[in-house]
Protein backbone atom coordinates (compact mmCIF):
# COMPACT_ATOMS: atom_id res chain seq x y z
CA UNK A 1 0.00 0.00 0.00
CA UNK A 2 2.97 2.34 0.81
CA UNK A 3 4.69 1.28 -2.42
CA UNK A 4 1.41 2.88 -4.31
CA UNK A 5 1.71 6.02 -2.62
CA UNK A 6 5.38 6.46 -3.17
CA UNK A 7 4.64 5.90 -6.36
CA UNK A 8 1.30 8.10 -6.77
CA UNK A 9 3.26 11.16 -5.35
CA UNK A 10 6.35 10.67 -7.49
CA UNK A 11 4.24 10.63 -10.68
CA UNK A 12 2.58 14.01 -9.13
CA UNK A 13 5.53 15.67 -8.56
CA UNK A 14 7.30 14.65 -11.83
CA UNK A 15 3.59 15.64 -13.79
CA UNK A 16 4.29 19.25 -11.61
CA UNK A 17 7.73 19.55 -12.01
CA UNK A 18 7.05 19.03 -16.33
CA UNK A 19 3.89 21.10 -16.72
CA UNK A 20 5.03 23.94 -13.64
CA UNK A 21 8.78 24.11 -14.61
CA UNK A 22 9.74 22.49 -18.07
CA UNK A 23 7.34 23.43 -20.24
CA UNK A 24 7.07 27.46 -19.55
CA UNK A 25 11.17 27.47 -19.42
CA UNK A 26 11.28 25.74 -22.98
CA UNK A 27 8.54 28.15 -24.53
CA UNK A 28 10.22 31.37 -23.22
CA UNK A 29 13.96 29.84 -24.45
CA UNK A 30 11.87 29.55 -27.75
CA UNK A 31 10.49 32.73 -27.98
CA UNK A 32 13.22 34.66 -26.81
CA UNK A 33 15.52 32.61 -29.58
CA UNK A 34 12.85 33.54 -32.45
CA UNK A 35 12.45 37.57 -30.93
CA UNK A 36 16.51 37.61 -31.43
CA UNK A 37 16.42 36.50 -35.13
CA UNK A 38 13.32 38.56 -35.86
CA UNK A 39 15.82 41.17 -34.75
CA UNK A 40 19.02 40.23 -36.22
CA UNK A 41 16.99 39.70 -39.57
CA UNK A 42 15.43 43.60 -39.10
CA UNK A 43 19.18 44.97 -38.75
CA UNK A 44 20.81 43.23 -41.30
CA UNK A 45 17.51 44.12 -43.85
CA UNK A 46 18.22 47.63 -42.63
CA UNK A 47 21.66 47.96 -43.51
CA UNK A 48 22.31 48.06 -40.15
CA UNK A 49 26.23 48.42 -39.20
CA UNK A 50 27.45 49.55 -35.75
CA UNK A 51 29.54 52.59 -36.31
CA UNK A 52 33.08 52.30 -34.97
CA UNK A 53 34.27 55.08 -33.40
CA UNK A 54 37.75 56.26 -34.49
CA UNK A 55 40.79 55.99 -32.41
CA UNK A 56 41.47 59.66 -31.02
CA UNK A 57 44.63 60.49 -29.52
CA UNK A 58 45.01 61.89 -26.10
CA UNK A 59 44.75 65.86 -25.80
CA UNK A 60 47.97 67.48 -25.02
CA UNK A 61 47.36 70.37 -23.13
CA UNK A 62 50.18 73.45 -23.91
CA UNK A 63 51.45 74.63 -20.42
CA UNK A 64 52.15 78.14 -21.25
CA UNK A 65 49.17 79.16 -23.04
CA UNK A 66 47.79 80.42 -20.03
CA UNK A 67 45.87 84.18 -19.58
CA UNK A 68 45.93 86.08 -16.72
CA UNK A 69 42.71 87.71 -16.30
CA UNK A 70 42.04 90.62 -14.58
CA UNK A 71 38.46 91.48 -12.51
CA UNK A 72 37.16 94.47 -14.09
CA UNK A 73 34.52 96.95 -11.91
Known amino acids: ??????????????????FQFLIPVSKTASAMKRKMNEFQNNMQGNGF???Q???????????????DFEEVK
Not at 5 to 14: G, K
Not at 53 to 65: H, L
Open 1 to 18: MIRYLVVALLIYFIYKFV
Open 49 to 51: TPK
Open 53 to 67: DPVKEPVKEKAGDYI
